[in-house]
């Protein structure tokens, strides 16, 4: 499945899209879980599943699910769409519902990628008051080039979805203790900009894009990631791509998750004006790492997707002032005139580097 193909100067090219596409990783026969696995409920008093090939198993309602081998007589290609239940689909990943209170999500995956379940586990090891994902069991599916993470439904309702019901103050509640827990994970350093276990962090909005060959040429689902850096490598390249100076840093990095959006974040809903605002579950987890301190309070900003998206268009969105206030009570310091800089100067420079078609392509980009 999008097999790499060994090409002239030793490296391997992967095909345009992906064999079996993200939307059918699962798929509803007892319900097959991309080449490898399958799984199925039995009622409680309705008699054991065969457990001989089981690898996890799970309480969901009154039914518990068992997650098993595929053996060799089940068809492991697409047999016609997957079953209505999914949650989020995309080119790169998707979210489906398994059960009640159970989901299996799915993200394209080759070597070097950082597994989000370790990340998870990483943060619950150091910081358990962290409330995160709860994984059940993630493997990765090499023949479909693909992750999958079986976890619990997060508490809670997004927060999103309940911002126009939150005060001001329940607003600021659930900031504080978001910053908070990202000054307790920032206690964890690294001489290296990188994941937990070494890879390259994936997001572009800091270290920018990587040349314009590379991302025409590369298939989309492939995801992007970082060199490693080190510190001086790091502060070299921020000044090539931009020809400017980048703001004063600490030696080490610090663990930090760079998409603590609204979409991301899990809060009780309040019964009254009087409650106070609580967080419940931070989720999406695949972009964090060791990040330079600066960039803490830096990202979270109304260039970015901070802004809540039930209230696009809107003055009522800006989750980024909360969370960027409560960040600078915990001791980060926004560089936002800094980068508001370094993005145009480095748009500049890209331009000027790629020529016409830079230009064609950046055009096209999603505004930031």
Not at 18 to 24: A, F, G, R, W, Y
Not at 87 to 104: F, H, M, P, R
Not at 118 to 140: A, H, K, S
């Amino acid at each position: 499945m999008a097999s790499p193909k060994p090409t002239s100067d030793g490296t391997n090219e992967y095909s345009a899209e992906l064999t079996v596409p993200i939307q059918e990783s699962v798929r509803y026969q007892k319900i097959l879980l991309g080449s490898q696995y399958y799984c199925e409920p039995v009622q409680r008093g309705c008699g054991e599943l065969e457990r001989r090939d089981c690898v996890a198993s799970w309480m969901d309602g009154d039914e518990e699910w068992f997650l098993c081998r595929q053996p060799k007589t089940l068809v492991s290609k697409p047999a016609g769409t997957s079953k209505p239940g999914a949650v989020q689909q995309a080119v790169a990943i998707g979210v489906w519902e398994i059960g009640v209170s159970t989901l299996v999500k799915v993200s394209s995956y080759i070597n070097g990628v950082q597994l989000e379940g370790e990340t998870i586990r990483f943060v619950n090891e150091r910081q358990p008051l962290v409330p995160t994902t709860q994984v059940i069991f993630e493997w990765i599916d090499s023949e479909w080039h693909r992750s999958f993470m079986i976890m619990k439904r997060a508490p809670g309702h997004l927060m999103d979805d309940v911002w126009h019901e939150l005060t001001e103050q329940q607003r600021k509640d659930i900031a504080t203790e978001v910053a908070a827990h990202v000054k307790s994970l920032s206690l964890h350093t690294s001489k290296t900009l990188s994941t937990v276990d070494g890879h390259g962090v994936q997001g572009f909005r800091l270290v920018g894009w990587p040349p314009l060959l590379e991302i025409i040429n590369k298939p989309r689902w492939i995801p992007w990631f970082h060199p490693i850096f080190e510190q001086d490598s790091f502060l070299a390249h921020l000044r090539n791509e931009s020809h400017m100076d980048p703001p004063d840093t600490d030696v080490d990095f610090v663990f930090y998750h760079p998409d603590l959006t609204s979409h991301n974040i899990f809060v009780r809903r309040p019964e009254d004006d009087s409650e106070r605002g609580q967080l419940t579950q931070i989720i999406d987890w695949e972009s964090a790492g060791y990040w330079p301190r600066f960039w803490v309070a830096t990202c979270p900003n109304r260039f970015g997707p901070f802004t809540v998206l039930s209230c696009l268009g809107t003055e009522d969105g800006d989750w980024y002032t909360y969370l960027r206030e409560a960040l600078e009570l915990e001791g980060f310091m926004p560089q936002s005139e800094w980068f508001t800089g370094f993005v145009i100067a480095q748009n500049k420079l890209r331009t000027e580097r790629g020529g016409e078609k830079y230009k064609e392509w950046l055009a096209a980009l999603p505004k930031i």
